[in-house]
């Protein structure tokens, strides 16, 4: 066992490819705190190589520029180099890299949420081949170290249930809309103006980068590689304020949350939709761009980890930590490849057997007779209506009809909101969202 | 790398002392998911013996009665036994237990507070000098994996401060004691009648058993090991309903909380007060019997974890998952002895020049000038008043005179409220509390 303190360090050599806002972040933060992680550690974390990709870019943390390459095989070519850290991105040039850095035998420290969720089986497999591990705490949650607590923290737990918030960028616009009154439109623009939102941000308002989150909770947590096919997505995109409102009048706020858990056969189900939550639960008060997760084990109970989910810092603070553990590897041996199969590699339950509450609004003619076309449709398909609101701020002739349903399977649902779309006396297409009532 | 699911599982020969609360959830809890942890870690975990005190008595899981001895040497001696899990609690026979399995080279795990925050220092020395690792993850809240999380979550962290709500029994009290109005002792007595407060409570509500937590918190965090004495530890049994209510009109709550932090000079202050707590914080939200544990790192920011923090059920969650780590080692090598020394070996800030604000009750004669005579001793010592609440229902000749207090360095305190003690107009010993801005 050696004493980190008083040992003669031992120099790992990264190779860092990306210096964008978490590639400069890890580069700034090792240099600030070198000294703590060596004491820490017993390792001197050095970056001695850096991959962009483009040279003449003006950056915000000041690289030698001897170290500097547009090429990132320099990095996994390099004898020298021990570790390869990928924050580039994107997954075609990102999984290139990684392949080949685990065919050189070099663990691989990644942020690449996308990269993993959609060829984490692939990149997974190549790493037993190579035993060369690969390490991704800032893939989910920033700085929350929720993959730690997921694969060690509770390794004697069947995972009962896991909610999260792990999108900042699509809570922070939920938030403003909520508190300020604005459109979707509107808080989109101040996110992208505060850095919270990207150009483009398509793959946060869709829900894709919190669904790619889920799924790497949902694979680690049930022992087999979950496929972006078997997870339902639905982006924040159409939120109108409406049904803000109404969500607010009822008890309940909207939150992108992200859903994984198994039912009494072990069928799992991921997904990550706006969703209506009880204004009284604790995620409910997750607000702006943090993050929290909350996880049921069957022996440790329910627990809740909140923090920062994006940004330079929280992010480069999980690379730092899983660098960590790689020059532990160094000296010890990989553990695993960073996924272990388990669990009878299980099976996805079919999205349309999900079962969930949901909430209904309808723009309907204000003539009697609709609630009773609409109630009677539901019930006909064995759906339980728990409330009904019929709000009286209307125009002349046309009125909103809101609909607490009690729970429902996602075909059945699906169905019967086809039907009432076809109703005359139904204005525009139904707005219809799921409910998590946390029981 | 092996490859846990498909590999023939080596068995891990378990000698658990303590088969009472948390031992018998170990043992059941262990059978119940025993084939998730083989898959999961590739280990056969077994309990092979058991320690108790009393062969005698019932209890709450079935053991095979050859395996049960009252003598632990039996499990440290028994060359077959590989790791030992204490917990029979106290810091006596424990202490001997835990030096005797590092000397037989058996890792340990173990929950006793106690024993790390009294004897840390001596038991990871020898740890050390043994290359055998002391795993603890159950010693602070249960089931929430913060010691795994300030050791290597954040390790790339110079921790700014933890604040925690670590002691179940005393927030559940303090709990109930606002919700439901009721007293110190009728609260402590509901806590016993449900399980939750021990026949002897005085660890808990003394603040020494979260005063442990802390001092283990913050041996971690700072690098050194934080002694008892260099502690502020003040328990909740003096907490009157009279200030509740005060507190509450002021805006805060009274929360059993522990603190941690370095000032700019690096000086470390552990503290476990009651202490007045905005009701708007996340924190001041923790009911009943549950632990919440707030980290500022300087990379990751601020970061909350949260669950059941104490109970059969959740410390065995932990007790587990130290198991799974200790397997591990067994085939990989221990990376440390469970404390790596860093940071200078901190120093302690003296207690007597912790700054705080504060709230100070005092029962003072009806008559004018009293306020004015207060004032003019705190103004005198430097120490603003931030509000002064003078309520209206009083008695005939005497009255409640609250004041908010700024910023104060304890000593100054204490000589204030000597002085004001000695007043003929202040009736009762003045009531005065530590107010947590969170700032
Ligand atoms: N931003 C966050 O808060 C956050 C949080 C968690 C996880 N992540 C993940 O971390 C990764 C990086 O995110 P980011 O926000 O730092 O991205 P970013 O700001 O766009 O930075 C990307 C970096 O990669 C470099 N790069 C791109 N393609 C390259 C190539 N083919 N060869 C060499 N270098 C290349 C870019 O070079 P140039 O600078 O020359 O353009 C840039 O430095 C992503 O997978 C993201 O999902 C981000
Ligand atoms: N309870 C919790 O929720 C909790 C949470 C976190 C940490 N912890 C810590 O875990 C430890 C155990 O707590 P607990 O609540 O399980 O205590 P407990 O219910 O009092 O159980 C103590 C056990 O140790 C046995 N024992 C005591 N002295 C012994 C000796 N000299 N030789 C052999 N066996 C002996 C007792 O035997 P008999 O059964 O024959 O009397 C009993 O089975 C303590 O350090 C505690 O601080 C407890």
Same mark, same amino acid.
């Given at each position: 066992?050696?004493?980190? *303190?008083?040992?003669?360090?031992? &120099?790992?050599?990264?190779?860092?490819?990306?210096?964008?806002?978490?590639?400069?972040?890890?580069?700034?933060?090792?240099?600030?705190?070198?000294?703590?992680?060596?004491?820490?550690?017993?390792?001197?974390?050095?970056?001695? #190589?850096?991959?962009?990709?483009?040279?003449?870019?003006?950056?915000?943390?000041?690289?030698? +520029?001897?170290?500097?390459?547009?090429?990132?095989?320099?990095?996994?070519?390099?004898?020298?180099?021990?570790?390869?850290? +990928?924050?580039?991105?994107?997954?075609?040039?990102?999984?290139?890299?990684?392949?080949?850095?685990? /065919? *050189?035998?070099?663990?691989?420290?990644?942020?690449? #949420?996308?990269?993993?969720?959609?060829?984490?089986?692939?990149?997974?497999?190549?790493?037993?081949?190579?035993?060369?591990?690969?390490?991704?705490?800032?893939? !989910?949650?920033?700085?929350?170290?929720? &993959?730690?607590?997921?694969?060690?923290?509770? !390794?004697?737990?069947?995972?009962?249930?896991?909610?999260?918030?792990?999108?900042?960028?699509?809570? =922070?616009?939920?938030?403003?809309?909520?508190?300020?009154? &604005?459109?979707?439109?509107?808080?989109?623009?101040? *996110?992208?103006?505060?850095?919270?939102?990207?150009?483009?941000?398509?793959?946060?308002?869709?829900?894709?980068?919190?669904?790619?989150?889920?799924? &790497?909770?949902?694979?680690?947590? =049930?022992?087999?590689?979950?496929?972006?096919?078997?997870?339902?997505?639905?982006?924040?995109?159409?939120?109108?304020?409406?049904?803000?409102?109404?969500?607010?009048?009822?008890?309940?706020?909207?939150?992108?949350?992200?859903?994984?858990?198994?039912?009494? +056969?072990?069928?799992?189900?991921?997904?990550?939709?706006?969703?209506?939550?009880? #204004?009284?639960?604790?995620?409910?008060?997750?607000?702006?761009?943090?993050? @929290?997760?909350?996880?049921?084990?069957?022996?440790?109970?329910?627990?809740?980890?909140?923090?920062?989910?994006?940004?330079?810092?929280?992010?480069?603070?999980?690379?730092?930590?899983?660098?960590?553990?790689?020059? @532990?590897?160094?000296?010890?041996?990989?553990? /695993?490849?960073?996924?272990?199969?388990?669990?009878?590699?299980?099976?996805? #339950?079919?999205?349309?057997?999900? !079962?969930?509450?949901? =909430?209904?609004?309808?723009?309907?003619?204000?003539?009697?007779?609709?609630?009773?076309?609409?109630?009677?449709?539901?019930?006909?398909?064995?759906?339980?209506?728990?409330?009904?609101?019929?709000?009286?701020?209307?125009?002349?002739?046309?009125?909103?009809?809101?609909?607490?349903?009690?729970?429902?399977?996602?075909?059945?649902?699906?169905? *019967?909101? @086809?039907?009432?779309?076809?109703?005359?006396?139904?204005?525009?297409?139904?707005?219809?969202?799921?409910?998590?009532?946390?029981?």
């Amino acid at each position: 066992m050696p004493t980190p *303190a008083t040992q003669t360090h031992r &120099i790992v050599r990264i190779g860092l490819a990306g210096l964008g806002n978490v590639g400069a972040g890890v580069y700034k933060n090792l240099a600030k705190n070198a000294g703590l992680l060596r004491e820490r550690t017993g390792c001197l974390l050095h970056v001695s #190589k850096v991959a962009v990709r483009d040279l003449s870019r003006s950056r915000d943390c000041e690289v030698p +520029e001897p170290i500097l390459t547009t090429d990132w095989r320099d990095l996994v070519n390099d004898p020298k180099i021990d570790v390869i850290v +990928e924050l580039i991105g994107g997954t075609e040039t990102a999984f290139e890299l990684v392949s080949a850095a685990l /065919h *050189a035998k070099k663990p691989v420290v990644t942020g690449n #949420k996308a990269l993993l969720a959609e060829r984490g089986q692939e990149l997974f497999a190549l790493a037993e081949v190579n035993r060369t591990p690969i390490y991704f705490e800032a893939a !989910v949650a920033g700085g929350i170290p929720i &993959i730690q607590t997921v694969q060690e923290g509770f !390794v004697g737990n069947h995972i009962r249930s896991i909610h999260g918030i792990i999108n900042g960028t699509c809570n =922070y616009i939920l938030t403003r809309m909520r508190d300020a009154g &604005i459109s979707y439109q509107e808080a989109l623009d101040e *996110a992208q103006k505060l850095g919270y939102a990207e150009a483009d941000p398509t793959l946060d308002v869709s829900g894709w980068d919190a669904a790619h989150k889920a799924i &790497i909770l949902a694979s680690l947590s =049930y022992g087999y590689w979950v496929k972006p096919e078997d997870v339902l997505v639905e982006g924040i995109q159409n939120i109108h304020l409406a049904d803000m409102a109404f969500a607010d009048k009822l008890g309940y706020g909207i939150k992108l949350l992200s859903v994984i858990r198994a039912d009494a +056969e072990g069928r799992v189900e991921v997904r990550t939709q706006p969703s209506l939550l009880p #204004k009284s639960h604790i995620l409910a008060s997750v607000g702006g761009a943090y993050n @929290a997760v909350l996880v049921n084990g069957d022996i440790v109970g329910e627990t809740l980890f909140y923090g920062k989910g994006a940004g330079q810092d929280p992010t480069s603070s999980s690379v730092i930590s899983d660098l960590a553990e790689a020059a @532990a590897t160094l000296v010890f041996g990989a553990r /695993h490849s960073g996924f272990v199969p388990h669990g009878l590699y299980g099976k996805g #339950k079919p999205i349309d057997e999900t !079962v969930s509450h949901y =909430y209904v609004r309808l723009s309907v003619d204000d003539k009697p007779g609709v609630l009773g076309k609409v109630a009677t449709l539901f019930g006909d398909r064995g759906i339980g209506i728990s409330s009904v609101v019929q709000p009286e701020d209307l125009s002349a002739d046309h009125t909103h009809l809101v609909l607490m349903l009690d729970d429902a399977p996602l075909k059945v649902m699906r169905e *019967a909101i @086809a039907a009432i779309s076809a109703f005359d006396s139904v204005r525009e297409a139904p707005v219809w969202l799921r409910v998590e009532t946390m029981e």
